[in-house]
């Protein structure tokens, strides 16, 4: 089974960039949609972006289009989250997620997904 890990996440102040980055192990993404959540101190998991690794089509939350982007990365077992304009609501702990057979009207649902990494902390000064 894939398992996920995420590196990348820092502080960084309002404006700047960060790359996250979610890789497996032991396996490759091949027929997965892999996405990004986050979850900020007192507020619920939110949908940030997602994409089929196969087709590479993506889909990202209103709150993030246009700063956010995510993408494969260059060796099979990654993926990308490149986010610039950063803003301090943007502060939150940054999830991959993974699964097969995820449906379109499912892809920004957390239940979705059963496989998830461990969280990298975003912290973004104003």
């Known amino acids: 089974q894939v398992q996920l890990v995420e590196s990348g996440g820092g502080l960084v102040q309002a404006g700047g960039s960060l790359r996250l980055s979610c890789a497996t192990s032991?396996?490759?993404?091949?027929?997965?949609?892999i996405a990004w959540f986050r979850q900020a101190p007192g507020k619920e998991q939110e949908f940030v972006a997602a994409?089929?690794?196969?087709?590479?089509?993506?889909y990202s939350a209103d709150a993030v289009k246009g700063r956010f982007a995510i993408s494969r990365g260059d060796a099979q077992n990654t993926v990308i989250l490149q986010m610039n304009s950063l803003k301090p609501d943007d502060s939150a702990v940054y999830y991959c997620?993974?699964?097969?057979?995820?449906?379109?009207?499912?892809?920004?649902?957390?239940?979705?997904?059963?496989?998830w990494g461990q969280g990298t902390q975003v912290t973004v000064s104003s």
């Open positions: 997620a993974a699964d097969t057979g995820v449906i379109l009207s499912n892809i920004r649902s957390r239940a979705a997904y059963d496989i």
């Open positions: 032991g396996r490759t993404f091949n027929g997965y949609t």
């Open positions: 994409i089929r690794w196969n087709s590479r089509h993506t």
